[in-house]
Structures are given as structure tokens and as C-alpha cells.
């Protein structure tokens, strides 16, 4: 996080602020975040053959909602008016998560109670999909259902590799 905020410090948005005190409430946010990731991925490679590790990501994924709501009144993690580098870091694992709805992983978001139990990182979602920066990047929850099907449909102990590449 250092590195890259030092690197391009005056490039746009700032991703870590200069108080010492605020870097590490987001490097304590970070660790946060980070606590259910090897639970989804555990999960994601066993195709949902595997639920030992479902409550466990059950509990963290509502642990950090409800860490997310007690500390900030804003749509983005940090409290700010716009996206952090935690923000940026927490998307690619949070939209997936959205995308499990109506793939063989949907028991996780019916376990998780998705729509009722999670208002805060329903907003974050619809927030970072609103911000203009990022409103053409995000990739469409259709698209990443799409790949998890395909992902699922894939023979065992096989993965697949998808290149962004039209034509080779």
C-alpha cells in the first residue's frame, strides 16, 4: 500500500492518508477484509463439493459487516467521500461473492443471507459500481456468473484459463 500511494503520490486519488493513526486504522481494515478470502477460495476450487468451510465464511463475511457499519456513516470502507486502495482491494473478492446468486454456489448466499443481513456491502457494491472512475471496469455480475458456470461445468482438478484475447 506504501509503495504504490508513495509512487503516485498527486496522480489522482490518494489511496492512504498522511496520519499515521488513519494508515493504520486501514492496515487493521485490510487484515479485516482479508479474514474470509481463503474460505470463498476454498469453496470457489472445490466447486461447492466442499461446505467445511462455509460457516466459518458465513461468520468473517458478517464479521466485517458489521465492522464496516459501526465505523463509518459513508458508502466506501474507509468513510471517505471516494474509493481507497482498500476499496480497490475489496472488489474483486466482494463482486464475486454478488455473483454466486443463480450459480451452484448459491447455498453460500442464501447461508450468508444476502439480501436482509448485508445493507452495508449491498451499498458499497452499488457505490463503487456508480463511481465514475470505476462504472465501465467493474465487470457485470452476469459476466462473472457466466465464467462461475463455466468454472463449475469444468472437469475436476482442472482449471481453466480465460485470455482477454479475442483472436490469437
Known sequence: MEYINEKYRGQGIELLPTDADEKMRYRLAALNLGKFVSEYFHLFMHKGED?????D??????EFEDWF?????????????HP???DIDAAPILFWIEALEGTKLHFVMEALDYQNKLPKLKGWLAAMRAYPAFATVIPKKEALQGYLNDHFAYPDGKLQLYLPVKNL
Open 51 to 55: 461446505k467445511s468451510k462455509l460457516e
Open 57 to 62: 465464511f458465513v461468520r468473517k463475511v458478517n
Open 69 to 81: 457499519a459501526g465505523h463509518t456513516e459513508t458508502q466506501f470502507i474507509m468513510g471517505t467521500d
Open 84 to 86: 481507497t486502495l482498500l
